[in-house]
């Protein structure tokens, strides 16, 4: 005990000396809290929380492990590796080791007195045969989907996570800033994205952008240079870049960037695993007028969103208005991605993962709230020749909204 005192010592000091944030303890009691509501509005006797993000969230850890919340009672956070580095990093008080899943069943029989008779799992992301094991763990039990309760949660981001994201921002600013300096005519996408990446991490960048679904991956050297801009691929937004390989077809390529072409440069950050959105427009000298004006109506998009942003908005509304802009504007058939494979969003949300709600898009009528982020980004796509846009991260506030990414709204030239 007091070996293990001693090393949860030694990597509390070592963590705060190279500026970890932990989660407040008041800020994960008020999320179970809110959880717990739900849960029996909906039914839903006990959650069983693993997926990593959503486990962080009620958390503050990602170590290896399970936590199961009972509508009442403790929650019980059950470890399985490694269990010194998540009682430092997690203020729950009931914490426990697991050697295997045979163990999980015990424990929560040992905590509760008795088995729930509905249990929350996340059914969008759990994998077939991990349903079937706990469906084999836990007989007594109905299983029930929770991930639409904790999906309808996480939307709404507290001042600690819009601060977190806020510093993403300002990682994002000096990212973008540093970028001008190196990039030059003749290299190639992918190579500006990495020095890009670099910088990036020596400001604390993580390197990875999560996402909620099993056959996606996010990247953060989304560098398009001219007509690799036009090329859609796997992904559901406006335009895909070429890529490295079939093996991964989106983003930065090998080709060399050259002068006076647009190239759009959609690069994320993740900050104590919090993500910020963006995408500004750099250019090797001046872009052809064609570009230039497609980027100032996207602009013109993105402030008019800017200017419906307030608690009570209609999500889908906003969406509208964007796209009766853009075919007033003359580009009806190149806003969101090319005629015939466009995108029918203009913002989505985004925190712990790409893709959170809510989505100003097409059949997502209902308001924006306080405390929503989302990322907003009007872009404008002509095939065979390159595409242009502009995005930023915003947080819905009492009476409007504050912009995350304070990057100045200009095209990058050099």
Request: aromatic letters at 10%.
């Amino acid at each position: 005990m007091e070996h293990e005192k001693w090393v949860r010592k030694a990597l509390y000091s070592a963590t705060q000396s190279l500026g970890f944030h932990y989660t407040p303890k008041d800020e994960i009691r008020r999320r179970i809290l809110l959880l717990r509501a739900g849960m029996e509005k909906s039914g839903i006797e006990a959650a069983l929380i693993n997926q990593k993000m959503d486990f962080f969230y009620f958390t503050g850890t990602t170590q290896n492990g399970h936590l199961f919340i009972p509508v009442e009672g403790e929650p019980l956070l059950l470890i399985r590796r490694e269990r010194e580095r998540a009682l430092i990093e997690t203020p729950l008080e009931t914490v426990a080791d697991i050697k295997s899943m045979r163990d999980l069943q015990r424990r929560v029989r040992q905590h509760q007195e008795k088995i729930p008779e509905t249990l929350g799992l996340e059914l969008d992301v759990l994998p077939v045969k991990d349903y079937f094991k706990y469906q084999d763990l836990f007989p007594e039990a109905k299983i029930m989907d929770i991930a639409g309760v904790i999906r309808d949660l996480r939307k709404i981001k507290s001042p600690f996570e819009a601060g977190l994201m806020r510093k993403a921002g300002e990682i994002g600013q000096q990212v973008y800033r540093e970028a001008r300096t190196f990039l030059k005519s003749g290299m190639s996408e992918i190579e500006f994205a990495g020095l890009m990446e670099a910088t990036a991490k020596r400001y604390g960048h993580e390197g990875l952008l999560r996402v909620r679904d099993i056959n996606y991956e996010a990247y953060t050297w989304h560098v398009l240079g001219g007509p690799n801009g036009g090329i859609v691929s796997q992904s559901d937004s406006p335009m895909g870049g070429l890529g490295l390989s079939p093996a991964f077809p989106v983003g930065a390529s090998l080709r060399p960037m050259r002068a006076r072409e647009p190239i759009l440069v959609d690069f994320g950050i993740c900050y104590h695993g919090y993500q910020i959105d963006e995408t500004r427009m750099f250019s090797i000298g001046k872009m052809p007028d064609k570009f230039f004006d497609a980027y100032k109506a996207c602009v013109e998009i993105h402030d008019a969103v800017l200017e419906e942003t307030r608690p009570g908005m209609d999500c889908e509304h906003i969406f509208r208005k964007t796209v009766k802009m853009a075919k007033k504007l003359g580009y009806s058939d190149s806003f969101l991605g090319p005629a015939g494979l466009q995108t029918r969003f203009v913002g989505h949300g985004v925190g712990l993962e790409l893709g959170e709600l809510p989505y100003l898009a097409q059949g997502h009528s209902y308001p924006l709230e306080q405390g929503m982020t989302f990322a907003v980004e009007p872009k404008i796509v002509f095939p065979g020749e390159g595409s242009v846009g502009i995005e930023n991260t915003v947080w819905v506030t009492g009476d409007g909204y504050e912009v995350l990414t304070p990057l100045e709204q200009v095209i990058l030239e050099v």
